[in-house]
């Protein structure tokens, strides 16, 4: 069973370009999720959909990122415009079903650095 | 506000040393506690996980932890290391009523020396 893939594996960009990250969740997952980590600091969640549908974005930093999942399969993020502290790893993970109980399975992780 | 505290940031331990990585977490109600690991070039993988029931709780590859109410703790153990075990580990928190939001602690990098 293929796990969670993301694409880029690493992507640098300067100020002010655009970047699109995907994720490829395990299949028949209906929850998938990002979460960053800038260097140094704690994984943060930033937003989880439900097939198609943004369950919770409350983890978003701001209007430049913007969240996608149409078909409710593969999900891209957006980051535009760039700028430098939107630096770090980008991690996406999948999950069978909405229930507390449910383990999340991540993928390798897309870094981004801004220039 | 919820949070996840791990002491540890980089521990060097020689193979066949024991192991114990600190966790804390700050959470209102009931809490479902996680400890994942990064080996290097890999993705997050769950080690273990506490939901309800037995406070020790074992996980894959040897590790275990201990769910200590009182304490707000729940902490990695290992008898002993190996140096395939070098690599970052997460301890992690969320509601029951929160699915997948996670809150994470800093990491801590655990370097093995053979």
């Known amino acids: 069973e293929a796990g969670v893939t993301q694409f880029p594996s690493h992507s640098v960009i300067e100020k002010g370009q655009t970047v699109t990250l995907r994720c490829d969740p395990i299949?028949?997952?209906?929850?998938l999720y990002w979460y960053r980590r800038v260097m140094g600091k704690e994984i943060k969640f930033l937003l989880h959909?439900?097939?198609?549908?943004?369950?919770?974005e409350s983890g978003m930093p701001n209007n430049r990122f913007l969240a996608e999942r149409t078909g409710g399969t593969y999900s891209t993020l957006k980051v535009q415009p760039a700028e430098l502290e939107d630096s770090g790893v980008y991690f996406c993970a999948s999950s069978w079903w909405t229930g507390s109980t449910g383990e999340l399975f991540f993928g390798e992780g897309s870094r981004l650095t801004v220039l | 506000a919820q949070s996840v505290s791990q002491h540890n940031h980089h521990v060097i331990l020689s193979e066949a040393a024991s192991l114990e990585l600190g966790c804390n977490y700050s959470?209102?109600?009931?809490?479902?506690l996680f400890w994942y690991v990064q080996y290097p070039g890999q993705h997050l993988q769950l080690l273990l996980k506490?939901?309800?029931?037995?406070?020790l709780v074992k996980g894959i590859k040897g590790f275990e932890a201990e769910f200590i109410k009182s304490k707000f703790s729940f902490n990695l153990r290992k008898p002993s290391v190996q140096w395939s075990d070098t690599a970052e580990y997460f301890c992690?928190?969320?509601?029951?009523?929160?699915?997948?939001?996670?809150?994470f602690g800093q990491g801590t990098t655990l370097q093995v020396k053979p």
């Open positions: 506490y939901f309800s029931g037995d406070p």
């Open positions: 992690a928190a969320h509601g029951s009523s929160n699915t997948g939001k996670l809150i």
């Open positions: 299949s028949g997952h209906d929850n």
């Open positions: 959909f439900v097939k198609e549908s943004k369950q919770d």
């Open positions: 959470y209102g109600g009931t809490v479902n």
